[in-house]
C-alpha cells in the first residue's frame, strides 16, 4: 500500500489501541465519506474480521493489518498518519491532501495514551 504512509510512532500507538479491544484479528480500516466533495472527511476506525469486505484493500504491517475501501484508494493517494505523543497523552493526525476535489484536509484526533 504505497499510497498511504504510517509512521512507526502511528504504528505503534494503533498496535496498542488495537491491543486493548479483546477482539481477535481486529484492525483498522482507512476511508473516505462523501470523497471527491467538499465535504469529505477522511476517517480511520476499528475493523473486525467479520466487517472485513472481499473488495477491501490491505496491507499488512508489522503488528496489524491495514483495510482500505476501494472507493477511497484513488482519494488517499499521499496520505499521511502519524502519532505524536505529548503532555496531554498526544495526538493521531491524518493529512489526506486529495479527499476533496484537490483540496487539503488535515484532520487530528485526540487522544489520551
Known sequence: MDYIDITPSAQEYLAELLSKQDVEGIS??????????????????????????ITD??????????????????YL????IDYSADRMGGQLTIKAPNDKTGAYTHLTLPTNR
Not at 483498522?28 to 469486505?53: M, Q, S
Not at 484493500?57 to 484513488?74: G, Q, T
Not at 493517494?77 to 499521511?80: L, V
Request: glycine share 2%; proline share 6%; aromatic share 12%.
Open 28 to 53: 483498522v480500516r482507512i476511508f473516505v465519506t462523501d470523497a471527491g466533495t467538499p465535504n469529505a472527511e477522511t476517517c480511520l476506525a476499528y475493523c473486525r474480521p467479520d466487517e472485513v469486505k
Open 57 to 74: 484493500e490491505f496491507s499488512d504491517l508489522e503488528k496489524f493489518r491495514v483495510y482500505v475501501d476501494p472507493n477511497s484508494v484513488d
Open 77 to 80: 493517494d499521499e496520505a499521511f
